[in-house]
Antibody
Framework: EVQLVETGGALIQPGGSLRLSCAASGFTVSSSYMSWVRQAPGRGLEWISVLYAGGYTYYADSVKGRFTISRDDSKNTLFLQMNNLKTEDTALYFC?????????????????WGQGTLVTVS | SYELTQPPSLSVSPGQTARITCSADALPKLYTYWYQQKPDQAPVLIIYKDTERPSGIPERFSGSTSGTTVTLTISGVQAEDEADYYCQSSDSSGAYFFGGGTKLTVL
């Protein structure tokens, strides 16, 4: 069974740093396309970063230069290092796995999500 | 950047058909995906690659596409379908995008 468990959320002051973790089971993070998606209170979903299986990373403009996505293959865990946090970064942060079609490597969508971890910048 | 536009809200009575649109502002448009999110829950994928339905998703959920607009159709809406619905796509650079979401109210 695939499971994603996020941890690391906290109340933190503006300008501070925080590292979120997403522990995965049931599949291999290093072979997957893994993203962080956040949701501010009462707002919609916002994709913020992806780490492709080959190591390529991509960030939304809203977090570029401040957030870093990475993984620890030995722990099968995805991370999000967040620096210079702003009040507008307050959100529930989800990690999500984009499952690929084995026949043509196209996306089958974010089929697996964690329960989220709350980051409050205040 | 790529933008996906959804209506903020939609209200339907039980048994009616709900159609939620998602319009892209640029071409080429890659595949679109739909998610359902209920309060205090993680999103759930309900449509992938514009029209495909994952196993376990009821047949009343369907997707269609026309030009740069994709539509999620819920036929015979049930009370349990009340939720927020998000479309999602990606661009050729590898970035992902979500629409603003549509709150479906079942009257």
């Amino acid at each position: 069974e695939v499971q994603l468990v996020e941890t690391g959320g906290a109340l933190i002051q503006p300008g501070g740093s925080l590292r979120l973790s997403c522990a995965a089971s049931g599949f291999t993070v290093s072979s997957s396309y893994m993203s962080w998606v956040r949701q501010a209170p009462g707002r919609g979903l916002e994709w913020i970063s992806v780490l492709y299986a080959g190591g390529y990373t991509y960030y939304a403009d809203s977090v570029k230069g401040r957030f870093t996505i990475s993984r620890d293959d030995s722990k099968n865990t995805l991370f999000l290092q967040m620096n210079n946090l702003k009040t507008e970064d307050t959100a529930l942060y989800f990690c999500a796995r984009d499952v690929l079609d084995a026949t043509d490597a196209t996306s089958l969508g974010f089929q697996h999500w964690g329960q989220g971890t709350l980051v409050t910048v205040s | 950047s790529y933008e996906l536009t959804q209506p903020p809200s939609l209200s339907v009575s039980p048994g009616q058909t709900a159609r939620i649109t998602c319009s892209a502002d640029a071409l080429p448009k890659l595949y679109t995906y739909w998610y359902q999110q209920k309060p205090d829950q993680a999103p759930v994928l309900i449509i992938y690659k514009d029209t495909e339905r994952p196993s376990g998703i009821p047949e009343r959920f369907s997707g269609s596409t026309s030009g740069t607009t994709v539509t999620l159709t819920i036929s015979g809406v049930q009370a349990e379908d009340e939720a927020d619905y998000y479309c999602q796509s990606s661009d050729s650079s590898g970035a992902y995008f979500f629409g603003g979401g549509t709150k479906l109210t079942v009257l």
